[in-house]
């Protein structure tokens, strides 16, 4: 079965840095463009980066596009989200994402709190 396990959130001071991880498993990995959403209180989820299959391509949202930096190992089947300067308004669950066909695969987050 597909699985998604996030890592990595915590609380950080405004202007750190975090790393999420998301370990994949249950499908080919290599494969598949994977992605990072958001959710803060109150609001709805967001997408935060996503990359393409082979790390060749990445997009990301307009609030994180000169903070973060997503990647990814296919042969350790992760992905990666790297975030600095993090402000309070970052405050959220993070989610690894993954769509294959029709189906739609979400981790059970991970919270990231920034707050001095």
């Known amino acids: 079965q597909v699985q998604l396990v996030e890592s990595g959130g915590g609380l950080v001071q405004p202007g750190g840095s975090l790393r999420l991880s998301c370990a994949a498993s249950?499908?080919?990995?290599?494969?598949?463009?994977m992605s990072w959403y958001r959710q803060a209180p109150g609001q709805e989820r967001e997408l935060v980066a996503a990359i393409a299959s082979s790390g060749a391509r990445t997009e990301y949202a307009d609030s994180l596009r000169s903070r973060s930096t997503i990647s990814r190992d296919n042969a350790k089947t992760t992905v990666y989200l790297q975030m600095n300067s993090l402000k309070p308004e970052d405050t959220a669950v993070y989610y690894c994402?993954?769509?294959?066909?029709?189906?739609?695969?979400w981790g059970q987050g991970t919270q990231v709190t920034v707050s001095s």
């Open positions: 249950g499908f080919t990995f290599s494969k598949n463009t």
């Open positions: 994402y993954v769509r294959l066909g029709i189906r739609h695969y």
